[in-house]
C-alpha cells in the first residue's frame, strides 16, 4: 500500500484513496476465498462419485490450501501494480488543480511567516480580550461594593438627621450639647461603621474566589 497521506484527494473524495484500494483488495481476497470453498466442495463430490479412489479429505484439504496460498501470491503482485495505476492515474488530483472550496486561496494568498504572524496577532488579541474582559469584572464587582458602601453612608447620613432632629428637640442647640449628646450615642455610630467593614471584607472575599 502507498504511503503518501493524498489529503488532498481524501478532502476531494470524502476517503483516502489509499482506503478505497484496501477495501477493493479485501474483496477480491474474499471473493478468492469463496471460490476455493466452492471448487474444494465440487472436487469432494466428484471423488465420492468414483469407485475405489485413495484421495482423502484432508489431501484434497492441503492441496486447496497450497493453490490458495498460490493464488494470492499471484493476486498481490498483480493488485500492487493495479494500485499504483489507479493511485497515479485515477484517483490522484494534479498538483495544478485547485478544489473549488480553495479559490479563496488563490485569490488571496499567504505566506508562511505571513500565516504565523496572522496567528500570533490573532493570540495577542485573545490575550487582550481576556485581559479586558478580567479588568471588566474587577470594576463591575468594584461597583458593586461600592454602592453598598453607599448604601451604608446614606444609612449614616440619615442617622445623622435623625440626631439632628432629636437634639433640637431637646433643645441642644449649641455645639457643646450637641457634642455631648453624638458621645453618648458614639457607639450606635461605631456598630454602623463595623457592620460597613464586615460586609466591605465579605465582598472582597467573594471577588477572590471569582
Request: net charge negative.
Amino acid at each position: 500500500m502507498s504511503v503518501n497521506p493524498m489529503a488532498y484527494e481524501a478532502q476531494f473524495f470524502g476517503f483516502t484513496p489509499q482506503t478505497c484500494m484496501l477495501r477493493v483488495y479485501i474483496a477480491f481476497q474474499d471473493y478468492l476465498f469463496e471460490v476455493m470453498l466452492v471448487v474444494e466442495t465440487v472436487i469432494l463430490k466428484k471423488l465420492e462419485a468414483l469407485p475405489g479412489c485413495k484421495i482423502t479429505p484432508s489431501q484434497i484439504r492441503k492441496s486447496t490450501e497450497e493453490f490458495l496460498l498460490f493464488m494470492k501470491k499471484h493476486l498481490d503482485k498483480l493488485f500492487s501494480k493495479m494500485e499504483e495505476v489507479l493511485l497515479q492515474l485515477v484517483l490522484n488530483i494534479p498538483k495544478n488543480v485547485l478544489l473549488p472550496e480553495d479559490k479563496v486561496h488563490e485569490q488571496y494568498p499567504y505566506s508562511k511567516e505571513q500565516f504565523q504572524a496572522l496567528q500570533d496577532e490573532i493570540q495577542q488579541l485573545q490575550k487582550q480580550y481576556r485581559a479586558e474582559a478580567s479588568a471588566g469584572q474587577a470594576l463591575r464587582a468594584e461597583l458593586e461594593e461600592q454602592k453598598v458602601v453607599q448604601a451604608e453612608l446614606e444609612k449614616i447620613l440619615q442617622w445623622f438627621d435623625g440626631l439632628e432632629n432629636i437634639c433640637r428637640e431637646h433643645g441642644t442647640g449649641n455645639f457643646k450639647e450637641s457634642f455631648a449628646f453624638l458621645t453618648q450615642n458614639a457607639k450606635r455610630l461605631q456598630d454602623v461603621l463595623k457592620d460597613v467593614e464586615e460586609k466591605s471584607k465579605k465582598i472582597k472575599k467573594q471577588d477572590q474566589l471569582l
